[in-house]
């Protein structure tokens, strides 16, 4: 009798919990939030660690007066009503000054060499040649002949005794005081590097 009653209350559980014979299956709960997603409507609030940070806070909470100015650099100003202000001041980019680059492979030697014509004594400058790759990576081609290069790469710090290849954006600046355009390199990527034993 016991072994009965309870295989009675076992198959009533089980008609419970999956909601009778023709029940429609149970819909997931909707995964949509704030937190795996951006365009979620609603109110984003997070906690502030210091006291700066809620001072910008309060000061971003309400209706603020912008102001910007573009010359000679960009400039924002956001005010608030009680006199609070915040600025940012922007650092024009090669793009904003000298138009698009051109994407140019160097390859940096291990070494730097005296410069020619060097403005202070004891001045080294960078060896590069130029590489070349096809539409898949591969180096194509061979390099040519090491040159000595007179200008920074923005952006790379060379190492003695390691020798780089690097996709660098080439800019054409003004005119230096000779006459020609001078270029202007800003690293993009170091695409291999190997250090180099004397």
Not at 21 to 47: C, F, I, K
Not at 151 to 159: C, E, K, L
Request: net charge neutral; glycine share 10%; with cysteine.
């Amino acid at each position: 009798m016991l072994v009965i009653l309870l295989a009675v209350a076992i198959v009533l559980s089980t008609a419970s919990q999956q909601g009778g014979a023709g029940a429609p299956p149970a819909q997931p709960a909707d995964m949509h939030n704030s937190r795996n997603s951006l365009d979620w409507a609603g109110t984003y609030e997070g906690v502030l660690p210091c006291a700066a940070d809620s001072a910008l806070s309060n000061l971003l909470a309400k209706p603020l007066q912008v102001q910007m100015t573009g010359r000679p650099s960009a400039r924002l100003q956001l005010a608030s009503p009680g006199n609070g202000t915040l600025n940012f001041t922007g650092e024009p980019t090669p793009e904003s000054l000298y138009g698009a680059g051109t994407t140019v492979f160097l390859e940096i030697a291990a070494q730097s060499v005296a410069c020619p014509n060097p403005p202070s004594p004891n001045t080294r400058c960078l060896q590069y040649r130029e590489r070349h790759y096809d539409d898949k990576g591969l180096a194509v081609g061979t390099p040519g002949e090491w040159k000595p290069l007179t200008v920074n790469i923005q952006g790379f710090t060379h190492r003695e005794g390691v020798r780089n290849v690097l996709r660098v954006k080439q800019f054409q600046g003004p005119a230096s005081a000779g006459g020609a355009p001078s270029n202007l390199y800003v690293l993009d990527l170091v695409v291999e590097s190997e250090i180099v034993k004397p």
